[in-house]
């Protein structure tokens, strides 16, 4: 995958997610971080997450290192406000300070 400064750009080269729900985010403990619909608003973070499970196997610091590669121009705004991105905000401490990784838990779309 080639990363641009766009994230419009980028989101394009990921793989579909038609056939995801939502994804579920999973701190070392076991603890349920976050939960990701895939509806209007959190549709790209759960393109860009499903897209790093797939080639990384979880939310590790080389994988969160490439999330914010994906989310472009994203990134800047999200650490000038923080909380404003929280799916970017996230990426920070793994990719960072190596914080410990998250697992991923997708929820297959049942509709049809």
Not at 11 to 30: F, K, Q
Not at 85 to 108: C, K, T, W, Y
């Given at each position: 995958?080639?990363?641009?400064?766009?994230?419009?750009?980028?989101?394009?080269?990921?793989?579909?997610?038609?056939?995801?729900?939502?994804?579920?985010?999973?701190?070392?403990?076991?603890?349920?971080?976050?939960?990701?619909?895939?509806?209007?608003?959190?549709?790209?973070?759960?393109r860009v997450y499903h897209a790093?499970?797939?080639?990384?196997?979880?939310?590790?610091?080389?994988?969160?290192?490439?999330?914010?590669?994906?989310?472009?121009?994203?990134?800047?705004?999200?650490?000038?406000?923080?909380?404003?991105?929280?799916?970017?905000?996230?990426?920070?401490?793994?990719?960072?300070?190596?914080?410990?990784?998250?697992?991923?838990?997708?929820?297959?779309?049942?509709?049809?």
């Open positions: 995958m080639t990363i641009t400064s766009n994230f419009q750009a980028n989101l394009a080269t990921l793989p579909a997610i038609d056939a995801i729900d939502a994804l579920e985010l999973v701190s070392s403990t076991g603890a349920v971080v976050a939960r990701l619909e895939n509806r209007p608003g959190t549709a790209g973070s759960v790093l499970l797939k080639e990384f196997g979880e939310i590790n610091q080389a994988a969160a290192q490439r999330g914010l590669e994906i989310y472009a121009e994203h990134v800047a705004d999200a650490r000038a406000n923080p909380g404003k991105h929280p799916n970017i905000d996230r990426l920070f401490p793994i990719a960072e300070q190596g914080v410990p990784a998250l697992q991923v838990s997708l929820f297959a779309n049942t509709a049809g």
